[in-house]
């Protein structure tokens, strides 16, 4: 939970330091605006300082994106924003006609949105230090213009010492008003990792109770829920769905698969379990799974607060039977109209039924699976979802793998070793592949030899034949010459 706090404020803290780059991007104008107001006599301000004004901002926007490109050097990228703004606003304040005295305190205040008390402290007593420093070439000019009765010291002094008692006012504040807002946003995220982690739970415990009804059901979706993340985040490292599929929507459709089939718990075990073909009627009973699914999730997690999260699973229940051309079930709804979650999931399902085996069926090697999925594309399955799941392959054959050591380690446990592993399986399926194709070739080169035996028969009688009829011909001729 505490990585989870520290993960938040870590978070808050990129945010606030691409929003202070913009502004030190955008307060590069300031010095050719500047400029601008000298050329109008508005204001009495050299060209040179206007220019180093910019060269200046320039140089720490640099800094800060080499900064941003080295590990170590990140950290750091916050302190040099805020002393780099605040140098900027000092030797501006210093400037002849430049009347700042709030501004000196806008940094300190902004490091507030850091929700650091320590950082907080930190940029405050550093932009002190720094106004002062700047206060002193601006007491030369504020004699000068303003003040001809002071000293330079006179009216450093007193100016000085109230900038001073107005600071540590400002300290104080602003360190007890972050100190309020760092402890109440920590309680407020262990909250919300606790509800989290009860959701996550609950929709475990789901998932746990359809394992407990039907063990093929229960590795399914253990395996589908996996196969689900890897095309989610396919899709969006490859720019499909950028919008849609950020890490917290993977997650969710993730965490959504294992409830796609909760409606099977409502299905008969003669039906679920049946070895063979369904017969039309009982295969209207097990579609209904999908409305079913639907049912219990909205009568049993409808209070989550994570409505997006109930929203994928919700979708996930209903919708993973649809079909790409809309020939699906339960609403044959097609293409986008369908939830992109329960179109993620419905080559999940296929990709996992395919390759398993069941009460009712063989698996099939990899080969023909992906041939399957070429076949269904933009049929039953969206074209980029194809794309994902044929990229994907040597993922997947991995995660078999690791899931074949997982069953492994269950057949272990319970004392059953006569049951083939998920990867012994496909070993054998391989090499049955392996041997089909080899009789396949041989097949083919015997019919090859047989052709060309039966060519070569056929040239032989034709040619004897020839022979004959040659021999007949010469002999008429010799009884016609006699």
């Known amino acids: ?50 220019a180093l004004i910019s060269i200046f ?31 900027g606003i000092c030797w501006v304040a210093a400037m002849e006609g430049m009347n700042i005295y709030i501004a000196y ?59 001073t008692v107005e600071f540590l006012l400002l300290v104080l504040i602003l360190v007890a008003l972050t100190g309020k807002i760092q402890n109440t946003l920590e309680v407020l995220q262990l909250k919300n990792t606790q509800m989290k982690e009860m959701q996550r739970q609950l929709v475990s415990g789901f998932a746990n109770l359809i394992e407990s009804r039907d063990n093929d059901t229960g590795h399914h979706v253990r395996r589908t829920s996996e196969y689900v993340r890897m095309i989610a985040n396919w899709l969006r490292d490859n720019r499909y769905y950028t919008a849609e599929l950020s890490i917290k929507a993977v997650n969710d459709f993730a965490m959504a698969a294992p409830l796609h089939d909760t409606g099977k718990i409502c299905i008969p075990d003669s039906i679920l379990k049946k070895e063979g073909a369904l017969t039309p009627e009982e295969y209207d009973i097990m579609k209904q799974h ?113 899931e074949e050591e997982y069953e492994h380690a269950l057949r272990q446990a319970s004392g059953d070793s006569s049951v083939p592993t998920f990867s012994e399986r496909f070993e054998q399926l391989e090499k049955a592949h392996e041997v089909e194709e080899a009789r396949k070739v041989e097949k083919g080169n015997q019919e090859k030899t047989s052709i060309s035996e039966e060519a070569q028969a056929v040239t032989e009688q034709t040619a004897n034949a020839a022979d004959t009829q040659k021999s007949g011909r010469g002999r008429n001729k010799r009884k016609k010459n006699r």
């Not at 030190?24 to 060209?47: C, D, Q, T």
């Not at 320039?58 to 703004?85: D, N, R, T």
């Not at 002190?128 to 000293?151: D, F, H, I, K, Q």
Request: aromatic share 14%.
């Open 290 to 402: 999908t409305t079913q699914g639907y049912r219990l999730i909205r009568d049993n997690l409808g209070k989550l607060e994570d409505r997006r999260l109930l929203t994928a699973i919700e979708n996930t229940a209903l919708y993973h039977h649809e079909r790409w051309d809309g020939t699906g079930y339960p609403k044959g709804i097609s293409g986008r109209e369908i939830p992109l979650c329960a179109r993620i999931m419905a080559a999940a399902d296929t990709l996992d039924a395919l390759l398993s085996e069941r009460c009712y069926k063989k698996c099939l090697n990899m080969t023909e699976v992906m041939e399957i999925f070429e076949k269904e594309r933009g049929t039953h399955f969206e074209p980029c979802i194809v794309d994902a799941v044929r990229d994907l392959e040597p993922m997947i054959m991995l995660f078999i793998q690791e």
């Open 57 to 87: 901002d320039i140089l720490v926007v640099l800094v800060v994106i080499w900064f941003g490109w080295h590990e170590s050097m990140k950290p750091a990228v916050k302190y040099v924003l805020l002393f780099g703004l605040q140098i």
């Open 105 to 163: 305190a806008l940094i300190p205040a902004v490091s507030c949105l850091y929700f650091n008390r320590r950082f907080t402290l930190y940029i405050t007593g550093g932009s002190y230090l720094v106004m002062l420093l700047s206060l002193w070439p601006r007491a030369g000019m504020e004699v000068n213009l303003n003040y001809p009765n002071l000293t330079q010291w006179d009216w450093f002094g007193a100016f000085g010492f109230g900038l």
């Open 1 to 50: 939970m505490e990585m989870k706090q520290n993960s938040y404020f870590a978070n808050n803290e990129r945010l606030m330091n691409q929003i202070l780059l913009r502004v030190a991007e955008v307060l590069f104008f300031v010095g050719p605006l500047l400029a601008v107001f000298n050329f109008e006599g508005l204001y009495n301000i050299r060209y040179e300082e206007c």
